[in-house]
């Protein structure tokens, strides 16, 4: 079916035409309208100038067709696998920039004459909210987020209400750690499943974990996660070659039947010929006197059924020939579907491993800030100061920012927030002690310190 934007300018196009006195006002009101309806999203990225990087996800149409707008991820290399083309670079490129590069790309491989494309983004990069926060992990980015809604995301700051035993919550924070570790083996162990998956391979290698989890993968949990991961590997290699074989037997059958029709063909090509010539012989012997003219009508008949069989062998011919067609059609969707289906995944996995870490740091540093409190200590905090900071990825790499708690963020930042006891740095963000049921409201009665 037609996506409602594709409906919407058919029915103002068959208006517009099936009004006999439109002026070239109303003509050249659609034609702006039409530009708007596919490329304003994209107009309005390219003006914060925005570049798309690895981990975002944008939504591409073929305005042309009667398909619905895909998403498709970036992945690690920067490249979207569009469909037609296979891989595209457009990290580093703004949505304008993208969408240009994809319009040469499918007028340089003869795709479309003119493509006529939509594109824009459809999800960020995850945010990572990690430190002394209630909640931590990654967080779908918004633009206009601030450091201030981050930490509200995350569930505010963490506070050690006075009557905590802190050898409890040492305890609780070390069971905390070991759930955590289990995630980080489970992410990271599929992240290698879809890795050897991508690969074409069988097996796991320990290259296929990425190397920040390579640490965690030891002991008997990672042992049988890794046994999972290899059974699914295989069973979906196997469903895979599966799929695969049948549509390759089909294939390698319509294209036998190509081989048959065509040397039939040239059999009743010579015998439609041979008719051909029996028939101009006949009516020369007819004009001779030698045959009679039922003679020469019986002649002209087996010369028509011969260029009726001829017609039907092409035709068939043709048929075979776009089956041949679709069969290469289907295959090709088939391993673009299971590329593009592990990418995605893929992508979630690293995301779910980003956000373990990231909670895994947080509860180590939570158990080192109870560590070094006593219980008279965290009875007398009466105040908790904030102390913002960003770690973002720039051109020239992975640089530390102060933040205040109005700082803007960008997508795939990490803002690690610690509390720092009496201290009111500029940077930091001072917050008054809540206990009990208020505890609950702290994560919004933030405010900067002047």
Known sequence: MLSSSKKMKMEIDMNIYNNSGFSWLRLLLFNIFTIWAGFSVADSLDMVGYALAPGDTVKFDILDDEKDPIELPIALDGSIQAPYIGAVPIAGLAISGALKELSR???????????????????????????????????????????????????????????????????????????????????????????????GRDELLDEDVPTIARPYITGPVAASLRGVELR???????????????LMANLEDAQDEIALLE??????????????????RARELQRRGIQTLTEVSNVERQTAMEEIRQLQVLSDLSAARRNVGTLKSRLAEL???????????????NTNLATAIAARRAAEEQLALLSSMTVEELANNNEIVLDFTIRRQTDDGLVELSAAATTP????DVIVVRMIGGSTRPTAATLPRNDGASREDAGASISAVR
Do not use: C, H, W
């Not at 990690?130 to 509200?152: C, H, L, N, S």
């Not at 391993?335 to 996995?349: D, F, M, P």
């Open 232 to 246: 699914i590997l295989t069973a979906g290699n196997e469903s895979f070659a599966m799929q695969e074989g049948v």
């Open 409 to 412: 963020a960008a997508p795939g």
């Open 335 to 349: 391993v673009q579907q299971r590329r593009v289906g592990a990418l995605v995944e893929l992508q979630i996995q």
């Open 105 to 199: 790309r499918y007028s340089d491989q003869q795709i479309f004459v003119a493509p006529k494309l939509a594109l824009s983004v459809a999800a960020y990069r995850p945010i990572y909210v990690m430190g002394d926060v209630r909640q931590p992990g990654a967080y779908d980015f918004k633009p206009q987020i601030t450091v201030e809604k981050a930490v509200a995301l995350a569930g505010g700051q963490v506070i050690a209400a006075a009557a905590d035993d802190p050898v409890l919550a040492r305890a609780r924070i070390r069971g905390e750690l070991e759930a955590i570790e289990a995630k980080i083996v489970g992410a990271a162990l599929s992240f290698a499943r879809l890795t050897a998956q991508l690969a």
């Open 263 to 280: 040397e039939l063909g040239r059999k009743v090509e010579r015998a439609v010929e041979l008719s051909r010539a029996d028939l101009e």
